[in-house]
């Protein structure tokens, strides 16, 4: 799923503050949301969480990922 769709769904939960980062460790930024797929989250699927306590690791739609 894109990233913005992720903050979507995350945001339908109530929580509004959720951070993501550059699953490759190159700390890129993610400026346009629907360029980026999530190929990993903490904490897991099932997890409640509060604002700010979830975490979307990203890369660019295209790059290769274990996905």
């Known amino acids: 799923m894109n ?3 992720a903050q979507n769904l995350i945001q ?3 929580v509004f503050f ?3 980062e550059d699953a ?3 700390s890129r930024m993610q400026v346009n949301d629907s360029n980026w797929i999530v190929v990993g ?3 897991g699927v ?3 969480i ?3 306590d979830a975490v979307l690791s990203v890369v ?3 790059e290769p990922n274990n996905c």
């Open 60 to 62: 660019k739609v295209g």
């Open 50 to 52: 509060g604002e700010g």
């Open 18 to 20: 959720s951070r993501s």
């Open 24 to 26: 490759t460790g190159a």
């Open 3 to 5: 990233l913005q769709a």
């Open 46 to 48: 099932g997890v409640p």
């Open 41 to 43: 989250q903490e904490p």
């Open 12 to 14: 339908d939960a109530g």
